[in-house]
């Protein structure tokens, strides 16, 4: 008998892209549409925090991996509940 | 009116000696009374030096009261509160008495006007600091807390031989005033400053300790250490542009380590460098709102990471530790600290509605004041990195419930009150910002709100989480695993006291081998006299050396007689 997989645990990461995307998408629309700074600086113009935004989750990911490859070392487990009551 | 001329910051260490005889009821009590003495104290007095002296030739002013040392002392004083608040939650006498101490030799500090006075203050908490770290209950805090002691040796030394310099140049040059980093005297005193906010090599100590402490000492270590040396940057060496590329290494060291730690303190640590670094910023850059924007930024990362270092705290208090790759369900077992985590991680990254977007506002507006985009584009993109690295790693795994039952388990009704109280004050200063306004030293009308302002800050934290998650969906993102970076403290924890312990070893062993000789050599020697004094001893008993002095002797006395008749 094949047994069934179990579910995937259920987290809130659509509730949360959901959150963003609209918090972005009305970000960038006010800034699009409603302001009109005429800087010269990419980030500075009109939806340029959202590229910034998008870069930096990017550049999270990027090092979060080479941190972790470089520097990372695995940790043993160290007994006990971690904190208890004293004096 | 009636007032009482004494430092604020005293009242904390008087309570910190009476913290050591209080029974457990009383302490957190006492830890709020203490405080709120001390901001009555601050608050019921007009500014301006109150209590100086002259003692051996030199100036002593115990208290000098303005607007830059008030709004410090305003933020320390009520998250005294907060944390007295917390410390209800668990028991342990010696913590809580350092917190005392650690309070009030930091707001000590913040009140006295000439540099010998802040020096004992800042040396003061900075014992308390290492001390909070020892009395931790946590695996490796003693030689966590031993680690410190180091590092606030080292400053102690150098502020002694700063001030020391500084000293020579006349009586008056103790006073509390701007230093110029050019002199030997500033330059140290600037060094030791640097270490004490966690600048760039010096920054690890502050993960150190934090990762060490407990729930509640590690968000008084959070609000009492680096915040001063802050404040004392402020004070003594406003505009010096050699802080703003300082200042930017802080942040983005900062935030590259808080997105790739797996345990969220040491995380939140690196995020607190990180912001810190944004105000050491914003005092280089040095005109009346730089550093209007930095003293806010202050005032407001210290509830926002008291906040979320509590948060922390009580994941770490019910569960044993605070690791990304452990945090699995801890929602479910926990919701409300749960839910106040995500509003503190919020709050670090400057979310709009929360007091560290104000200041983050000021802070950007600021920035563009410098010479080039560097301090706008890392200010910017700090609020995304913390967003992802405080706020969104540790939802998405705390949310991430596995199937199948688990028992609720609610962080203590004082720590959730302590973590409400500071997020109070994130959401207050966040929605009124006038009242931050009014403490700040410039007079400031900023409306942080305009939609020029409020639009761009939204597009980058939605930009930035949606860029995040979907990176994870992906799987381009690391996976959460245990595991520990190493960081610059990797070299005098590893190799250096590997190298330490091989010289210790050598050392004692020619000391041994020295010891070893020495002891021949007076063994030997001791024999040699011997054999001459038991020789001296018996000088008739055989031998031609015997009869040789026999016969001198003999002579002699001869001669003697001779020479008396003559």
């Known amino acids: 008998m094949i047994k069934p997989a179990p579910p995937k645990p259920r987290g809130i990461a659509g509730v949360l892209f959901v959150c963003f995307f609209g918090v972005a998408t009305a970000g960038v629309l006010i800034d699009l549409l409603v302001l009109s700074n005429g800087s010269a600086s990419i980030l500075a113009a009109p939806g340029g925090r959202a590229v910034l935004g998008v870069a930096v989750a990017a550049g999270a990911a990027i090092i979060g991996f080479a941190l972790r490859f470089t520097l990372g070392r695995p940790i043993k487990e160290e007994g006990g509940s971690g904190v208890r009551d004293s004096a | 009116m009636f007032e009482i001329p004494l430092n604020p910051g005293f009242v904390c260490i008087l309570a910190a000696l009476a913290a050591f005889a209080a029974p457990r009821v009383v302490r957190p009590g006492l830890i709020v009374a203490a405080a709120a003495a001390a901001l009555w104290l601050m608050l019921d007095r007009e500014f301006g030096a109150a209590i100086s002296g002259d003692q051996m030739g030199l100036p002593v002013v115990a208290l000098d009261l303005d607007a830059l040392n008030r709004i410090f002392g305003i933020a320390m004083l009520l998250g005294l509160i907060i944390i007295g608040t917390a410390s209800g939650a668990r028991r342990n006498r010696a913590e809580d008495a350092a917190i005392l101490l650690l309070a009030g030799g930091a707001v000590s500090a913040l009140f006295v ?5 802040f020096v004992g203050a800042a040396s003061l908490s900075g014992i308390a600091a290492a001390w909070i770290v020892f009395a931790s209950p946590l695996p490796n ?11 606030f040796g080292l400053e102690g030394l150098l502020f002694l031989v700063g001030v020391a310099f500084q000293i020579s140049a006349g009586a008056a040059s103790s006073i509390l ?3 110029d980093l050019g ?4 330059a140290f005193i600037f060094a030791a400053l640097l270490l004490r906010a966690g600048a760039p090599l010096a920054h690890v100590w502050i993960k150190d300790a934090i990762a060490h402490a407990s729930p509640v000492g590690g968000a008084a270590l959070s609000v009492f250490t680096t915040m001063l040396g802050v404040y004392a940057l402020a004070r003594l060496f406003p505009a010096e542009p050699v802080l703003a590329p300082i200042g930017l290494c802080m942040a983005a060291i900062g935030a590259a380590f808080a997105m790739a730690e797996d345990d969220l303190r040491r995380a939140a640590a690196s995020g607190l460098t990180a912001q810190t670094g944004i105000c050491v910023m914003l005092i280089g850059v040095g005109s009346p709102l730089a550093l209007a924007a930095a003293e806010g930024h202050a005032f407001t990362l210290m509830f926002a990471f008291l906040a979320l270092l509590l948060a922390l705290g009580a994941v770490l208090g019910r569960q044993g530790h605070a690791r990304a790759s452990k945090l699995e369900g801890a929602a479910r077992i926990m919701p409300i600290s749960a839910a106040l985590l995500m509003v503190a991680g919020l709050a670090v990254a400057g979310a709009p509605g929360l007091a560290t977007y104000i200041t983050t506002a000021i802070a950007l507006e600021a920035s563009t004041q410098w010479l080039n985009e560097a301090p706008w584009v890392i200010t910017t993109a700090l609020s995304g990195a913390l967003l992802i690295a405080l706020m969104l790693r540790p939802a998405l795994q705390a949310y991430r419930a596995p199937p199948g039952a688990l028992q609720s388990h609610e962080a203590p009704f004082p720590m959730l009150l302590a973590i409400a109280l500071a997020m109070f004050f994130c959401l207050s200063v966040g929605v009124a910002p006038a009242w931050l306004y009014g403490l700040l030293p410039a007079e400031l009308t900023f409306r942080p709100y305009e939609i020029e302002r409020a639009a761009p800050q939204l597009e980058l934290l939605g930009a930035a989480g949606v860029g995040y998650l979907v990176l994870r969906a992906v799987k381009i993102t690391a996976p959460e695993r245990a595991l520990r970076l190493l960081d610059i403290d990797a070299i005098y924890r590893g190799p250096a006291a590997g190298a330490g312990r091989w010289i210790g070893v050598v050392l ?3 000391y041994g081998a020295w010891q070893t000789q020495w002891d021949h050599l007076i063994r030997a020697a001791g024999a040699a006299v011997g054999r001459l004094v038991r020789r ?7 031998g031609a050396w015997s009869a040789a002095q026999f016969a001198a002797i003999a002579a002699a006395i001869a001669i003697a007689l001779l020479w008396q008749r003559m």
């Open chain 2, 508 to 510: 004692l062993r020619v």
């Open chain 2, 536 to 542: 001296c001893d018996r000088p008739y008993r055989g």
């Open chain 2, 141 to 151: 805090s003693s030689p966590s807390g031993a680690r410190m002691l180091i590092w």
């Open chain 2, 177 to 179: 005033a701007r230093l």
């Open chain 2, 183 to 186: 002199t030997i005297g500033g």
């Open chain 2, 113 to 117: 006007g000439d540099l010998i006075s």
